[in-house]
């Protein structure tokens, strides 16, 4: 008689890959042009003046220039009004 359970394979270990994902470049830091700002799943933060976003998402600069985070009160499609975060990129001179 065994003693010993069957040795096979486990039904754990099958972790997927972390993504990576945040903020790249930080409030009042340098962005060259085309420099990934925001890397994310949605739009937790929304393109601003000089800023793209790609289709997955990437927040990204489009000029070179200091990045800014700013909050801005936007209304929904339901009438309400809910504070939205802009990322914005103020072109150097």
Do not use: E
């Amino acid at each position: 008689m065994a003693h010993k359970k069957a040795g096979g394979s486990t039904v754990y270990g099958r972790d997927s890959q972390s993504k990576r994902l945040g903020v790249k470049i930080q409030d009042g830091d340098y962005a060259k042009v085309g420099s990934i700002i925001i890397r994310q799943r949605g739009n937790k933060y929304r393109p601003g003046k000089n800023v793209k976003q790609g289709k997955d998402d990437t927040l990204f600069a489009m000029t070179a220039g200091m990045v800014k985070f700013s909050t801005k009160k936007i209304r929904k499609y339901d009438n309400r009004l809910v504070a939205a975060k802009f990322v914005s990129v103020i072109a150097q001179k």
